[in-house]
């Protein structure tokens, strides 16, 4: 075995082939090219169980090598007697020393035994679109053919044959195997009775993929590329997906997968559209996502009842989302940790109707929301911090629904936002949005049980409409200090203990309506004072000021 060892070693030296080559690859000996001629030319002669007696010339009985079975059995006792230093056999010699290394590397790898075929996806053989119903359909048609136009499956099938589907795949009901098929150019669609595929050599789908119904095993471990969007939606027995080599789809979607508990997508980096995972009451975790970086429409994030935070595994990598980002109704949300690279929404980013968040601060790299930034109904939620560096929201601001928000940490670097409103929270101070200069909507401040000051807006020079409603406690706008253009109506009502108008003061021209009502508190003298400061003519609209104190 020692000189084998070393001949191999030989074979693979440079100058013998190159560089690095195998010795027992491609082009190395096999019963079929090499050993089988040998065997029938030096040791049959004697060494077969068609001789008898003399005629075996020696050889002891019962040591026939007239089959490769024969050979493996005794490989042992032929590479000791006929290869190597020590070589005795043929007892008369004769064989080229050049087929004695042969038979010695041919043994070393293990003796191989025929030549394997041809790869019959190397040059399919294309027939027409075909329906299979059963195994005799997909015996019929491997018969004939390596790749079709088109195919229907309809029931239990096999096809061990088929490389190609230059057209659509569907499969309408039973397990399905299609273990050669490496191309389908068109939409691969396992509905309705489907109850598996198995595609294990599967890279590139130019359609769509759509698995649904009663499909319950999807096994594609080299499906890299799909051209459409890869929709799975309304498999009520699909437990478990792993699409972990897909790097790159259209759209992802999925949702309404009532057991689906595991989705791994380990490269996915790039979605062109949108990305909607939604509705899934079993799913624990988003923990093999992480190599998302970019989503070309929306993603969404919805009604995961079992989803308990998107920690720092999850997304980590999502650096940009040129649609909208929805993350709704998810009842155990702890935490949105997961977004540690997002810098730009192109829509809007809402988060809303999680029952069980408490706070936002995965979001700290965000500097810039193309639509409304919106967090509202997160009954839990106890701050905003984690957008301190976000400085434009082309859209409105809203914060609603909060009850349990206390911090005063928040978005201290936002200068310019499309609306602003603040209702039914519970922080007694608005103090976060110090820097904010510009809000081109209406700014809306109404409901708040606990707001006592306005304290955060002292940036603030011009809006377009100003709604300060509905506060029990409100006693200070000292905030608005700064505010000397209203672009609409401006409206004081039902701030049960709001005494003075006199921040307001700074106000020159007032575009639209001005109404101070059911103020009980504040001073009709005081309201008559900032509205002559103002000037009558520098009102646009009606003035209207009743049941003030």
Known sequence: ???????????????????????????????????????????????????????????????????????????????????????????????????????????????PGLDPPPDPCDQPIEGPAATVASQADADALCAGSSAVRGLTVTGDAALDCLCVVSG??????????????????????????????????????????????????????????????????????????????????????????????????????EVSGDVVIEALPALVALERTRSLRTVGGDLVLAELERLAGLDTWALQFLATVDGSVRIEGNAALRNVGGFTLLQSVGGDLVVADNASLRGIDGLDNLRTVGGDLVLADNPLQETVAGLDNLDQVSGAVVLDALPSLRSLAGPVALRRAGALTVSHTGPVTLPWLTALEQVDGVVRIEGNASLRSIDGLSALGSVGGLVIAEHPVLVSLDGLAALTWVGGDLVLERNTTLATVAPLHGIEAVDGGLTVRDNPTLPTAGIDAWIEAIGTDDIAGPITVEGNG
């Open 1 to 111: 075995m020692i000189a084998l060892l070393a001949l191999l070693a030989l074979l693979a030296c440079p100058g013998s082939g190159p560089t690095g080559s195998d010795p027992c690859g491609a082009g190395a000996p096999t019963w079929d090219s090499f050993a089988q001629g040998y065997v029938r030319t030096w040791c049959t002669p004697c060494h077969s169980a068609g001789l008898e007696g003399p005629q075996r010339q020696g050889a002891p009985t019962g040591i026939d090598l007239d089959h490769y079975s024969d050979v493996i059995a005794l490989a042992d006792r032929i590479e000791a007697r006929a290869t190597g230093p020590d070589a005795d056999m043929p007892p008369l010699g004769g064989v080229e020393p050049d087929a004695v290394e042969r038979l010695g590397a041919w043994l070393a790898c293990g003796a």
């Open 168 to 269: 659509p795949l569907t499969i309408e009901g039973g397990a399905v195997s299609l273990p050669a098929l490496e191309e389908v150019t068109g939409t691969i669609s396992a509905l309705g009775g489907a109850a598996s595929l198995s595609a294990p050599r599967l890279e590139q789908i130019g359609g769509s993929l759509r698995l649904g119904g009663a499909v319950h095993t999807v096994s594609l471990p080299r499906l890299e590329q799909v051209s459409g969007e890869v929709v799975i939606e309304g498999a009520v027995a699909l437990r478990a997906l792993a699409l972990d080599t897909l790097s790159q789809a259209s759209a992802l979607r999925v949702r309404d997968d009532p057991v689906l508990a595991s989705l791994s997508l380990a490269r996915l980096a």
